[in-house]
């Protein structure tokens, strides 16, 4: 079955720097990549997704990029703000009602 | 996006006794819901796989006659936490996805509590 890894599993940044956080896949057929937000005690909230016929995507200062050849994909936070601070979940799944793979996740810290 | 309503919330059981946590989708048919575990700064571990109309499928290691999954309908499904041990204490948070949508849409999340 599908595995993800993510790294790192903690992040400090300065405001104002950018954050990235990469995960890997295992699975070749896996064709969807969400990355979630997710606060102390909250349900994960879908921040940006990405599906593999796309090799990047952008929405204001978040961005993901996809590299299916090496099955890797990225999370790219600009211009960090204190309240970016929360773990942050990538997953990837499969076509079809599959359940969604989750990597450990990254706690992001954003020092004001 | 979606809504998907989880009940409740916070629970607090006394160990032995058994816990009912719904999930329902509101403004869609999930043919598919999934039930996830999360300890403390840990990820969400998928527990099981529910279908509308069948028998779940539970991940290695979950014990289905514990934890009992029903989805007798395209809007509901509820995880039955049979006599509950402190062990069990965890964050149950349910997924649905279906009406051709790839996307998964959580329910708000249930803190469970075995004292």
């Known amino acids: 079955g599908e595995n993800v890894e993510q790294h790192p599993s903690t992040l400090s940044v300065q405001e104002g720097d950018s954050a990235v956080i990469k995960c890997t896949y295992s699975?070749?057929?896996?064709?969807?990549f969400p990355w979630y937000k997710q606060e102390l005690g909250k349900r994960p909230q879908l921040i940006i997704d990405i599906r593999s016929n796309v090799g990047e995507k952008k929405d204001q200062r978040i961005a993901v990029t996809l590299n299916k050849t090496a099955k890797h994909f990225s999370l790219h936070i600009t211009e960090t703000q204190p309240e970016d601070s929360a773990v942050y979940f990538c997953?990837?799944?499969?076509?079809?009602?599959?359940?969604?793979?989750f990597g450990k996740g990254t706690r992001l810290s954003v020092i004001a | 996006g979606a809504v998907v309503s989880q009940h409740p919330s916070r629970v607090i059981c006394k160990s032995g006794t058994s816990v009912k946590i719904e999930c329902r989708s509101l403004d869609f048919q999930a043919t598919t819901m999934f039930w996830y575990r999360q300890f403390p700064k840990q990820s969400l571990m998928l527990m099981a796989t529910?279908?509308?109309?069948?028998?779940?499928?539970?991940e290695q290691g979950v014990e289905k006659d514990k934890f009992l999954i029903n989805h007798a309908s395209l809007t509901l499904s509820t995880l039955t936490v049979t006599s509950a041990h402190p062990e069990d204490s965890s964050f149950y948070i349910c997924?649905?996805?279906?009406?051709?949508?790839?996307?998964?849409?959580f329910g708000q999340g249930t803190r469970l509590t075995v004292v």
């Open positions: 699975d070749s057929a896996s064709n969807y």
């Open positions: 997953a990837a799944n499969s076509p079809g009602n599959t359940p969604l793979v």
């Open positions: 997924s649905a996805s279906g009406g051709g949508r790839t996307e998964a849409f």
């Open positions: 529910s279908n509308e109309g069948s028998k779940a499928t539970y």
